[in-house]
C-alpha cells in the first residue's frame, strides 16, 4: 500500500518538483499552500508523514505542528527550514518534528529521511519518544523538559539538542565533526572543542560524577559515546 504524504509548502515550483518525484517513487501526496489548510487536512485525513515548510502564509509550520500535537494528531513531521536558520530547527524539535532539512536539499536526502521515518514507525519505535530515561534523569521530550530526580535541570537550548542527539544515536561512537554538522548546523564555526565543552556541560548536569562519566564517555581519539 501507498505511503501518504502531505506537502504544506508555498512555493509553487517546488510543491511541483517534490510532488512528481515523491509521485514516481510511489508515494501518494497531498499538497497544501498555506497553514490554516494543512492543518485542516492534516487533521482531517490520514497521512503517513507530513512535510512543513516552515515560513507558510497564514500558519507558520511551527504553529501548524504546535496545534496538531496538543489536539492529539502524532503524525511524523520533517519540516523545511531556510539555511542556517538553528534557531529554528531547535524550536522544531522542542515541539515535535521528526526530522529537518534546509533548502535547498538535496531529493535523494528528503527519500532517505522519508523512508527511515516510515522504517521507525513500521517497527514500532514511536516517534519521536515521548520520554527518556537513564540513571535518575528523565527527558520528556514532549515538553523538552529534564529531570533528576525531582528537581528541574536548566539546560540550554544546544544542549539540549546535543542531549537529545546522543539519545538518538545511544551506543554509536560519535565524532566531533558528526556532532558539530548535526548539532550545529554545517556554517558552525568549525571548532570541535565546543563540542568538548557542551559535553562538560551535559556530564555536569546529568551525570552522578562528572570526573567519571558513566553514560557520556570519551573514546579516545573518535569521539563520545553515549550509553545511558
Ligand atoms: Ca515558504
Not at 102 to 109: A, L, N, S, V, Y
Request: hydrophobic fraction near 40%; aromatic fraction near 8%; charged fraction near 30%.
Amino acid at each position: 500500500m501507498s505511503h501518504r504524504i502531505l506537502l504544506v509548502e508555498d512555493e509553487r515550483g517546488l510543491v511541483r518538483t517534490l510532488t512528481d518525484c515523491l509521485t514516481g517513487e510511489g508515494y501518494l501526496v497531498g499538497t497544501a499552500m498555506d497553514g490554516e489548510t494543512g492543518l485542516q487536512r492534516a487533521r482531517e485525513e490520514s497521512f503517513d508523514i507530513l512535510i512543513l515548510d516552515v515560513m507558510l502564509p497564514r500558519k507558520n509550520g511551527f504553529d501548524l505542528l504546535r496545534d496538531l500535537r496538543q489536539q492529539g494528531v502524532t503524525t511524523p513531521a520533517i519540516m523545511l527550514t531556510a539555511r542556517g536558520q538553528i534557531v529554528d530547527k531547535i524550536l522544531g524539535l522542542k515541539l515535535g518534528a521528526d526530522d529537518y532539512l534546509t533548502k535547498p536539499f538535496d531529493m535523494g536526502e528528503l527519500l532517505a529521511r522519508l523512508e527511515a521515518i516510515l522504517r521507525r514507525v513500521a517497527s514500532g519505535e514511536t516517534t519521536p519518544p515521548e520520554t527518556y530515561v537513564f540513571g535518575d534523569v528523565r527527558i520528556d521530550f514532549r515538553r523538552a523538559e529534564v529531570t533528576r530526580g525531582s528537581e528541574p535541570v536548566e539546560l540550554a537550548a544546544r544542549e539540549y539538542q546535543l542531549l537529545r542527539y546522543f539519545i538518538e544515536h545511544r551506543e554509536i561512537v560519535l565524532s566531533r565533526n558528526r556532532l558539530l554538522d548535526e548539532v550545529w548546523g554545517y556554517d558552525a564555526m568549525p571548532v570541535t572543542r565546543t563540542v568538548d565543552v557542551h559535553v562538560g556541560l551535559l556530564r555536569q548536569k546529568l551525570e552522578p560524577n562528572s570526573r567519571q562519566p558513566i553514560y557520556f564517555l570519551t573514546v579516545h581519539g573518535l569521539g563520545y559515546r553515549f550509553v545511558g
